[in-house]
């Protein structure tokens, strides 16, 4: 399904293996944004954190990683705050877990051939009210806390387009999944799509550190997902709709793209890096692939000008 | 003669009929277990020749390459869900218990159960097939997603084969479901009042009234997609990117998921149903909270259709459609915890006793509990995101309806079987067959919840292909190495199952003590006809350790038509 | 959960019972078969909502699924009036059947002679015209089973009255199978053929 990029600049990252170790570099403490105040627009300051290449902390090794059920290394300004609503239920969840179990076995291991205590109809009136008041608490506490907190992150952050929508240094971004690779294109430098700055690139998306950065996705084919595994986003490319979903880096660095929706033989190698670069890198670089494109724009080429005008949220 | 082998296929007795399914599932079963072994393989020696497959795959001398590895997880779904638990549950257990617990001749229906087999086994020898045509069998993963699906990404027979052989198994679900229905409200035997049934007539109802509803809608996807494939009609072709095209490829994930989450419950309420009445028959006490437990599993019912959107959380929904769907689908886990308490409370201050049946249940509800509660953050829109189509997801579902349902038909099983064939299967055997399976479908499936939760996608042919996921190889290969020993484990039961049908010795009438309909109004294996005489019910189904019975007859139970001087204790 | 009904049941006379368990296996089945139909007028729903419904350049006109729907309403008084004949004439309700067999092959014959036109005048074919073309015809044709097995059982009922039986019993299950296909047909108009 190659797919034809005609006239636009095919640019091609430059992959010194320093980048593409993923893991090196370790993150410094995020700037998170407060979750008190909930209400208010979420992100004022950005945040412009490069850690220093030199940064060390202590880390587990890889291979321990594996086992301590930890979510992949975080490097989205947002994503220290679904981790912890994450971590926060889990922790309410094994502790119900271990509660159910714990009486079981105790049930069992006490009460293993002993003489039966029986009410005529397997239990009191008292008793059933207590199953029923009890299982309405658990209800209370854990499920509610979970959709609390569920809801203040989509509000917040999810399904909040009005961040990208209001920033004026948004970047915008339009994605075409293809079996098997990620297409993208920018508006360039005047910032609208279809002109003959577009710059098209493919596997490699390039982003400012810092800025949200708003994705519109759509598919040419098949049905396939679009994750970014170190910002926790997902969101499905479905042929025939534009869907939207952003996100902001909180540093600098390489990351993974990942399809996650199974989308023929080749799956498992959709795969596409994301580059996180400082903001001064990446207007340089948009202007040079924006040049280049602009040199080898060609009209005719009808399979190349997929892109659409941006869709208002 | 002709006669004699016609009668032995076409049988319309239900015993016979839950006979069949029970072979048909316990094949499939075991195609899908070995499927899923292959897969594991796959994760922890990623392209590695599998030994002794190089038969069948000579090209790559038995390594899987990416073709055939998307053949596997699609047939492992297909095959399990729809082949192997789904008839073990309703098409063995159900054809086999549900007449006898309500005193009932047999099916309202019986013709329609021995159709609705030969539908399965229509489906089932599909399957089979579509392994022997051009390009392999179904490749588009269990939930054949258009356009994936479409003949114009996966052009083979096979997919075709295979979209009929799930019409197929709809109409074999379609038919015990409506027979099940129909059965239980219009063929109870006299005094066998709703609140006098066991729970597991519950279960089974409740599941039955669920397919009557939902298959068909399965059945309408299907037939879109079948004539998409073989017809030409666009339905689920969409245009490429922006650009508008012929269908929408949504849609059949909205009709899917309308079915596929009534279906979690069909695999699981019949499971429910038997953990209830186990968890009574062996505390020897009544049911805590009988009502609450009929009633529990009758709310999860009546609220299954609402709440299947949970699945499309990532596609785009509408934030009104996903905050209604996340309450939906956090409010069901209610129901379920009281069902749970209720069980807790049933063993409490009972008298345990550790039989193979028991064990099972217990062991359905150990890995019910860490399904369900590990389900809870994939139904919340927030926290599904960062899980979503990771092998968390799978963890988790294959706590409830793999690891789950499947200790369930053991324990049914193990419970039913002196009924089904007149032996006594070895308590030994089963025991350590069901302990085994549940520590290690723990230790499978809790080591897929921890690479999920570490980010690991589903379905990747080579997960290490990403760099973050490099870490990884460690725990799956433990994981493997787990699920490797899980099916070594099995062949205790296969072990058992030989034994006992060669040399079993012949199973007491009443080997588990209890009072209901099967075990004390009939013969093991019961009459063709099920009753010599039509049971009159006197009681409910848990009437244990009762003071005045067991002053009277001297034991701690009593048959649900036994007519003693006391008369009827409810 | 009342003792006393079932026991009531099981007083009844058995063919009362079974009758009125094929009646519910009736009346499940149409159920389900109203479930299958809803799915696919979702999806056809669906498709309007999303604007993929390119109708075709001679919109088909309302007037015939009209004329056919007052034939499909035209059915059911018949088929009750048959089913409430006195027991002791049971002969009496042939005609009541005729009649509503009449009424259903009226029916059938408007929608099979307009999706003709359709399809060779009007050129409306699959699967060029889309999805509208696939759910026009293909749902017209599902809801034309429906009726088709509904009069397939009045006419097995006529026939054994003819022959000196009793066939209010299966008028009363066709009513039931009546009652579902006009629900089927309702949902066909609105998400289909209405403009
Ligand atoms: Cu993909
Ligand atoms: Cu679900």
């Given at each position: 399904m190659g797919g034809v990029v005609g006239g636009e600049a095919r640019v091609t990252p430059d992959l010194s293996p320093a980048r593409l170790i993923l893991s090196e570099s370790t993150p410094a403490p995020q700037p998170v944004p407060?979750?008190?105040?909930?209400?208010?627009?979420?992100?004022q300051t950005p945040v412009r954190s490069a850690p220093p290449a030199n940064a060390v902390t202590p880390r587990m090794s890889e291979q321990a990683r594996a086992w301590t059920l930890s979510p992949p290394e975080g490097a989205s300004t947002y994503g220290p705050r679904i981790d912890a609503l994450l971590e926060r239920s889990h922790v309410f969840e094994a502790g119900l877990a271990a509660v159910m179990l714990a009486w079981l076995v105790l049930a069992v291991w006490r009460f293993r051939g002993a003489r039966p205590v029986v009410a005529a109809n397997g239990g009191t009136r008292r008793s059933r009210a207590w199953v029923l008041g009890l299982a309405v608490c658990v209800f209370v506490g854990v499920d509610g806390t979970l959709f609390l907190g569920s809801e203040r992150y989509a509000r917040d952050v999810l399904w909040n387009l009005e961040v990208p929508a209001n920033d004026p240094r948004t970047v915008r971004l339009e994605l075409n999944a293809h079996q098997w690779s990620w297409e993208a294109r920018y508006a360039g430098e005047d910032g609208r799509f279809g002109t003959p700055d577009d710059v098209v690139t493919w596997n490699d998306l390039r982003v400012p550190v810092g800025v949200p950065v708003w994705v519109q996705l759509v598919s040419t084919d098949v049905v396939h997902g679009f994750s970014l595994p170190a910002f926790r986003v997902k969101l499905d490319a479905i042929p025939g709709r534009v869907n939207q979903t952003w996100f902001q880096a909180a540093r600098e660095g390489t990351f993974e793209v990942a399809c996650y929706q199974h989308c023929g033989t080749s799956h498992y190698r959709m795969r596409g890096l994301l580059t996180v670069l400082s903001e001064a890198d990446y207007a340089r670089w948009l202007h040079e692939a924006g040049r280049l494109a602009t040199q080898s724009y060609d009209a005719d080429d009808a399979a190349a000008h997929w892109g659409w005008e941006w869709r208002a949220p | 003669m002709r006669a004699s082998w016609v009668r032995a296929l076409w049988t319309t007795d239900h015993k016979q009929v839950a006979r069949q399914y029970l072979w048909g599932g316990l094949g499939f079963l075991l195609l899908g277990g070995l499927l899923a072994l292959l897969i594991r393989w796959q994760w922890a020696w990623p392209g590695q020749p599998v030994p002794g497959l190089a038969w069948a795959l000579p090209e790559s001398r038995g390594a899987l390459t990416p073709p055939t590895y998307t053949v596997l997880f699609t047939l492992h779904g297909l095959v399990m869900i729809f082949f192997a638990v789904t008839p073990l549950l309703f098409g063995a257990l159900g054809h086999f218990v549900l007449p006898l617990a309500i005193g009932a001749r047999g099916f309202a229906f019986p013709r329609l159960s021995a159709a609705g087999f030969w539908a399965y086994a229509v489906g089932g020898a599909l399957v089979l097939a579509s392994f022997a045509v051009r390009l392999g069998p179904a490749s588009a993963g269990w939930t054949s997603y258009p356009p994936l699906a479409t003949p114009a990404f996966t052009p083979g027979v096979g997919q075709t084969l295979m979209t009929v052989a799930i019409l197929c198994v709809g109409v074999s679900a379609f038919s015990y479901g409506l027979n099940f229905v129909v059965t239980v409200v219009r063929c109870r035997a006299p005094g066998m009042t709703w609140g006098r049934m066991p729970l597991v007539v519950w279960g089974l109802f409740y599941g039955a009234v669920l397919n009557v509803l939902f298959v068909p809608v399965l059945a309408a996807a299907t037939l879109l997609l079948l004539l998409d494939r073989v017809a030409g009609t666009q339905f689920f072709i969409a245009g490429a990117a922006a650009v508008g095209g012929g269908g929408d490829p949504i849609v059949y994930q909205h009709l899917f998921w309308l079915f596929g989450h009534p279906e979690v419950y069909i695999l699981i309420l019949p499971a429910w149903g038997m953990v209830g009445d186990f968890v009574a028959y062996f505390s020897r006490k009544p049911a805590h909270g009988y009502r609450l437990t009929a009633g529990a599993m009758g709310a999860v019912t009546a609220m299954s259709g609402l709440v299947y959107a949970h699945h499309l959380f990532t596609s785009g929904l509408s934030p009104v459609l996903g905050r209604a769907f996340m309450v939906l689908t956090l409010l069901i886990s209610l129901p379920a915890e009281v069902m749970f308490l209720n069980w807790l409370m049933t063993l409490w201050r009972g008298s345990v006793r550790l039989t193979s049946p028991m064990l099972a249940a217990l062991a359905t509800m150990v890995v019910f509990g860490l399904g369900g509660i590990t389900g809870l953050a994939l139904g919340a829109v927030a926290t599904d995101v960062p899980l979503h189509g990771t092998m968390w997801v799978v963890g988790h579902f294959h706590l409830t309806m793999g690891a789950a349902s499947f200790l369930a038909v053991f324990a049914g099983l193990y419970f039913w079987f002196p009924k089904m064939y007149g032996r006594a299967l070895h308590e030994g055997l089963a025991k350590a067959h069901v302990l085994a399976s549940a520590v290690l479908f723990v230790g499978v499936f809790g080591g897929q919840l921890a690479a999920g939760y570490a980010g690991q996608l589903r379905r990747l042919y080579d997960p290490y292909q990403y760099t973050y996921l490099k870490h990884l190889l460690p725990l799956n290969q433990w994981t493997t190495g787990c699920a490797f020993l899980l099916g070594a484990a099995q062949l205790l039961f296969v072990g058992n199952l030989v034994w006992t049908l060669w040399r079993g010795r012949a199973a007491e009438p009443n080997p588990w003590s209890v009072g209901t309909l099967e075990w004390t109004c009939a013969t093991s294996p019961p009459a063709p006809d099920n009753y010599a005489t039509e049971p009159v019910v006197l009681r409910g189904p848990h009437v244990l350790s009762q003071p005045d019975v067991q002053q009277q007859l001297g034991r701690d139970w009593i048959g649900q038509a036994e007519a003693a001087v006391l008369g009827g204790t409810e | 959960m009342n003792p006393e009904a079932s026991l009531a049941s099981s007083e009844a006379s058995a063919p009362r019972r079974a009758e009125s368990t094929r009646w519910f296996a009736g009346v499940l089945a149409h159920g389900a078969g109203t479930m299958f139909f809803v799915a696919l007028a979702f999806a056809a729903g669906w498709y309007r909502m999303r604007g993929l419904w390119v109708l075709p350049a001679v919109a088909p006109s309302v007037l015939p699924p009209c004329v056919a729907g007052a034939f499909l309403l035209g059915v059911g008084p018949l088929l009750l009036r048959a089913s409430r004949v006195d027991a002791s004439t049971p002969r009496r309700a042939l005609p009541w059947l005729g009649g509503a067999l009449v009424s259903g092959a009226g029916f059938l014959g408007t929608q099979a002679a307009w999706l003709h036109v359709m399809f060779w005048y009007r050129d409306l074919r699959v699967p060029e015209g889309g999805a509208f073309a696939s759910a026009f015809y293909g749902l017209s044709a599902l809801q034309a089973v429906h009726v088709g097995l509904v009069l397939l059982a009045v006419l097995v009922a006529a026939v054994s009255t003819w022959r000196g039986g009793d066939a209010r019993d299966a008028a009363r299950r066709a009513l039931a199978g009546w009652l579902f296909t006009v629900a089927t047909f309702g949902l066909l108009f609105l998400a289909v053929y209405l403009p």
């Open positions: 407060s979750e008190a105040g909930g209400a208010g627009p979420v992100h | - | -």
